[in-house]
């Protein structure tokens, strides 16, 4: 009786520690993605660089679809952010219209393109890509999706820090202290970002005379 009791208290303790350990895994999950990530700085830089020189852009109809965006979403139209890397593929960055998250891209010149919804938070929502430049978007399985976006956090981070961050980069959700306002935004090097199309030159005018110079 006395083994059958001290057996019995074990089970139990077993139990309770398991149901303990259970909760700690649940209540102590981080509030952020596991992969690479914008700190809180970077994306407010972002923010501010495509308030000042993004563009106006309309999503194709089969990019909203597969990315399930709803039209307050995205219609008439988003503005958007992009820079070209050492390799040529353009990536784009851009914040949906409601505020509930961002919508991003990577393109190549001849190759297909990957299109990724992102929450708020940054996290993954859903990601789709085509094979073929103008080919059909086919759904990304989430393993493989996260691996494409946390790629894709890595080169915005460069372009928004290329230096390296001077502290230790926080993961987004966390608010940071009011105390430290952000500094001017930095012209990103060695991906700038896509320039507007410049506005068409009117007709020369006749240079400036200089002291001594010959006239015509």
């Not at 923010?47 to 000042?52: G, R």
């Not at 979403?73 to 219209?97: C, M, S, W």
């Not at 990724?116 to 990304?140: E, F, Q, T």
């Not at 372009?159 to 966390?174: D, H, K, N, Q, T």
């Amino acid at each position: 009786m006395i083994a059958s009791s001290g057996s019995g208290r074990l089970s139990h303790g077993r139990l309770t520690l398991g149901l303990l350990l259970v909760a700690c895994t649940l209540l102590c999950a981080p509030a952020w993605p596991a992969g690479q990530t914008l700190t809180h700085e970077q994306l407010e830089r972002l923010m501010k660089v495509i308030d000042k020189r993004g563009s106006r852009t309309k999503l194709p109809r089969s990019v909203a679809s597969i990315l399930e965006l709803q039209p307050g979403q995205h219609t008439p139209d988003i503005k958007e952010v992009a820079y070209e890397d050492e390799q040529g593929y353009r990536h784009g960055f851009a914040r949906l219209n409601d505020g509930s998250g961002y919508f991003m891209f990577r393109s190549g010149t001849s190759l297909g393109q990957v299109v990724y919804r992102v929450d708020s938070n940054l996290h993954l929502v859903k990601a789709a890509r085509s094979l073929l430049k103008n080919g059909p978007l086919i759904l990304l399985p989430e393993p493989e999706a996260q691996r494409e976006l946390d790629d894709e956090f890595q080169g915005w981070s460069k372009v928004l820090s290329p230096s390296g961050p001077a502290i230790a980069p926080r993961p987004y959700p966390f608010k940071q202290p009011e105390s430290a306002p952000l500094g001017p935004v930095i012209e990103p090097s060695p991906y700038p970002f896509k320039q507007p199309e410049p506005a068409p030159s009117g007709p020369a005018t006749e240079p400036s005379k200089q002291s001594g110079a010959p006239k015509p």
